[in-house]
């Protein structure tokens, strides 16, 4: 299976991700609104936020797809990033109209009971989610998606907050009401600390960021290579669900042309069967 398949593959998720949270998002804001939640209501609106994140996923991965062109010599699969960084600035924009909404009815005189229907609609949610959750997962790691794996990230997050949510509630029924706007109060919280995660990975990968524990591990990996006398430098930028290292190794002085090009070979296949790497940029110098 090529890059643009694995991604046509990934936008299933995206897909599925979208179909659920209109459905949860309506049924909650719907529930929410008749029998008084507040935490329910900032559930409903946190997977307001995760249908717009998922649409920014979903067109992530459509422009990832588009092969290198003129202006993308590259390639087009950092679309994936842009697109987890934009959905992080919608996420926090809610997680903190969430915070101030909530803030102020936990400190309210009186706070009305909400209906024991909010609490099996914050469960059911969060059943949803988990599933959701468990596909995106399982699909982001078969194909190396980081913004499908956000994603992932995202549905899991969904589900917590929901049992926070219902959790709120069922302290309500037994006079403890300002449990259930407190809860409201960490939904909010929990949607701005999964924005900024989204966010940090983003940016960490915008900036040409890379793992350094992954770097030791291919260099290590190269090292042991017959041919290779000793690895100079080793390189790591991440586009999209594309890993591009570069690298610089030391060999026999006396080889030919065909026979250092012969050892490049064997270095990439090396790292595409060993750590799923589909370029690798490899300079070679002479050992003294």
Known sequence: ?????????????????????????????????IWNSEALHADGLNNTTDIVASIAVLIGLKISRKPPDEDHHYGHYRAETVASMFAAFVIVTVGIQVIIGTFGQLFADETARPGMLTAWTALGGAAVMFV??????????????SS??????????????????????????????????????IVGIIICKTAWNIFSEATHTLT??????????????????????KVVDVKGRVHGNQTFIDVTILVNPNLNV???????????????????????????????
Request: aromatic share 10%; proline share 1%; net charge positive.
């Open 1 to 33: 299976m090529d890059q643009a398949d694995k991604l046509k593959k990934g936008e299933k998720g995206a897909w599925l991700s979208i179909y659920a949270y209109v459905v949860l998002a309506t049924a909650k804001l719907i529930v929410a609104s």
């Open 132 to 145: 959701v959750y468990g596909y995106n997962a399982r699909l982001s790691k078969k194909i190396g998606s």
């Open 148 to 185: 499908l794996n956000a994603a992932a990230q995202d549905n899991r997050s969904d589900a917590l907050v929901s049992i926070g949510a219902f959790a709120g509630i069922i302290g309500a029924q037994f006079g403890l009401y300002w449990l259930d706007p407190l809860a409201g109060l």
């Open 208 to 229: 040409d960021g890379f793992d350094e524990k992954q770097i030791k591990k291919i260099k290590t990996s190269i090292a042991k290579v017959r041919e290779v006398k």
């Open 258 to 288: 065909k026979e250092s090009h012969a050892i490049t070979e064997k270095i990439e296949k090396f790292l595409r069967e060993k750590h799923n790497i589909t370029y690798a940029h490899i300079h070679i110098e002479p050992y003294e």
